[in-house]
Nanobody, 123 residues
């Protein structure tokens, strides 16, 4: 499966963005989907993940209540709605697809990655 992330940009603190991850090659309903981010000089870290059926989600503590992951299997797209953004949310955001069962937070459990989209939050 090929993944294409989009929707990043520059936003002021407190603002919102919605990231999209579009898939081609195979239907997304076969995969657990996750969003991760990587800031300069830091390792890639988990943000959010969602199960095949949209029934189970998992979030990093730092984003709970502000970010929301969702999926539209009919359109083969996964979203990350980002509200109340903070400067510390600044990073390149990546979507990943996993053939494993649960919405895992471990980057090693993801088999396919998109190219990333830059999110910059100014103070």
């Amino acid at each position: 499966v090929q993944l294409q992330a989009s929707g990043g940009g520059l936003v002021q603190a407190g603002g919102s963005l919605r990231l999209s991850c579009a898939a081609s090659g195979r239907t997304l309903s076969s995969y657990v989907m996750g969003w991760f981010r990587q800031a300069p000089g830091k390792e890639r870290e988990f943000v959010a993940a969602i199960s095949w059926s949209d029934s189970v989600t998992n979030y990093a503590d730092s984003v709970k209540g502000r970010l929301a992951i969702s999926r539209d299997n009919a359109r083969n797209i996964v979203y990350l709605q980002m509200n109340s953004l903070k400067p510390e949310d600044t990073a390149v955001y990546y979507c990943g697809a996993s053939i494993r069962f649960g919405p895992d937070s471990d980057t090693r459990k993801y088999d396919y990655w998109g190219q990333g989209t830059q999110v910059t939050v100014s103070s």
